[in-house]
């Protein structure tokens, strides 16, 4: 199988197996929405936030070096899942005996009566990221995509049963993903055999040393992500404005206004699944330059398309998705997904070229950049909070991003120098913020105005998407 089927196959089997999975996640908001009110909706959502920051310092970055040395033909597989799960062993007994102590922080008084929870919440999510890497290095994608299916599924039964049922809350979610990972462990332990790939002479102490290597420089760049997502929280959480209400309200309204532009990243992880397997075996190829430009010409195109359709229909998806039936607070969440509409497009950019970073084995780069980004996050949070409130976090985090992107395609190109549009890439972000801005200044006929300038981004990227797409479709 050359590596343009290869890449279409991975694509549409990942499809099958995230798409609807994606959508259950995204309807649990409703149910969220409704039996949780918007104080405990807000620890919901900075646990969630914490565990982005937790896992990857104590599993040592796991999904960034497991999938590389796993998929690496070099390397022995049994080696590798067993000298992984001692890592990542080691680092869930750290955190177990650090996180008791954390909550005593004023900043993180949220973990208050979910320590224990929030222990097992780290661990089993950890523990299935470890054979969900594994079994995809591997190639196993059907069954890596079947796993999605049924995690997902058991997840949603669990959440109807703990918050709909027994009106558990916040409690009730904690044990809904403890579960659920919990019962794909173990589906993933029989179905893809891996107890045959764990044993005490697996553990290969030089490789250890090498992951540890390699993976050091990307521990710093996950955990600054999670830093510039949690800190856009904690600061709302904590921070006092003359002119608008913050909070933990507050912090749920921004966690919701941050659900709706994760239908555009659907999109972006269904492919980013294959692409990441695609540009590690591909990184040797002596066609690589062009492999990489015509796969990051369709993605861009394929991101600026979905973002302008979103933003046609966004206001009753938003009412959809989280009612303010209940709780009024809710009313205004759709003011602030335009923006972020545009921050998630581009941090779907930034992933792609990261990517890149991992298969050349460059991840200080990697680091570099997102430490650029969390230096501009961080200050714009801070002075932009007080003024703007919820919109100051929204325009923190697409500077952010944004600022990311063009540090990673000037750097990346310096290693793969694949072909980019700098131009067109501009003004599909101009058309889209002004569609945003037309929806928040809440204009008359935005829906005409917003089919129009749809239209726009549609024929600066139509000659894009359908040329790259045929002639991988042909190549497949």
Request: positive net charge; charged residues 15%.
């Amino acid at each position: 199988m050359n590596k343009y089927k290869k890449l279409v196959f991975n694509t549409g089997i990942f499809a099958i197996g995230a798409f609807g999975s994606k959508i259950l996640i995204i309807l649990l908001q409703r149910l969220y929405a409704h039996y949780i009110d918007p104080v405990n909706n807000g620890d919901r959502e900075l646990l969630e936030t914490m565990l982005l920051f937790m896992q990857p310092v104590f599993t040592f970055a796991l999904q960034e070096y497991l999938i590389r040395f796993g998929l690496d033909k070099d390397y022995d597989k049994h080696e590798v899942f067993t000298t992984s799960g001692v890592i990542t062993l080691t680092g869930m007994i750290l955190m177990a005996v650090i996180v008791p102590f954390l909550h005593n922080i004023p900043v993180f008084d949220f973990l208050k009566g979910y320590r224990i929870l929030f222990i097992l919440y780290v661990t089993m999510s950890s523990l299935r990221m470890l054979c969900q890497n594994f079994v995809r290095s591997r190639d196993m994608v059907k069954l890596f995509s079947l796993d999605g299916i049924l995690a997902t599924l058991t997840f949603f039964l669990f959440n109807i049963l703990f918050i709909l049922w027994l009106g558990m809350g916040v409690k009730g979610f904690l044990l809904s993903v403890i579960l659920s990972d919990s019962c794909s462990v173990v589906f993933l332990f029989i179905a893809a055999r891996l107890r045959v790939f764990i044993g005490a002479e697996y553990f290969n102490k030089a490789l250890a040393k090498e992951m540890m290597r390699f993976a050091a420089p990307l521990i710093p760049t996950i955990v600054m992500w999670a830093v510039t997502s949690l800190s856009d929280k904690l600061f709302i959480k904590q921070m006092h404005s003359d002119y608008h209400e913050l909070g933990k309200e507050a912090v749920s309204v921004y966690s919701f206004a941050n659900k709706i532009p994760s239908l555009i990243s659907i999109v972006s992880t269904i492919f980013f699944q294959a692409w990441s397997m695609s540009a590690i075996t591909e990184s040797n190829s002596a066609d690589r330059n062009k492999f990489y430009g015509k796969v990051y010409s369709a993605y861009e195109a394929m991101m600026f398309v979905a973002a302008a359709g979103l933003l046609v229909i966004i206001k009753p998806v938003t009412s959809f998705l989280v009612p303010a039936d209940k709780y009024v607070q809710y009313s205004d969440v759709y003011i602030y997904t335009p923006i972020l509409v545009v921050a998630v497009v581009f941090m779907c950019f930034d992933q792609f070229l990261g990517s890149i970073y991992s298969a050349i084995k460059q991840p200080q780069n990697s680091f570099w950049t997102a430490l650029v980004a969390c230096g501009v996050n961080i200050p714009m949070n801070f002075f932009l909070i007080p003024v703007w409130g919820i919109q100051g976090a929204v325009v923190a985090t697409l500077l952010s991003y944004l600022i990311c992107f063009w540090a990673r395609i000037i750097d990346a190109r310096y290693y793969v120098p694949f072909r980019f549009d700098g131009v067109k890439n501009l003004l599909n972000m101009i058309v889209l913020l002004a569609m945003g801005g037309l929806m928040i200044a809440d204009v008359k006929l935005y829906p005409l105005w917003a089919l129009i300038l749809a239209s726009v981004v549609v024929a600066l990227n139509y000659k894009a998407l359908i040329v790259t797409v045929n002639k991988l479709l042909k190549k497949a």
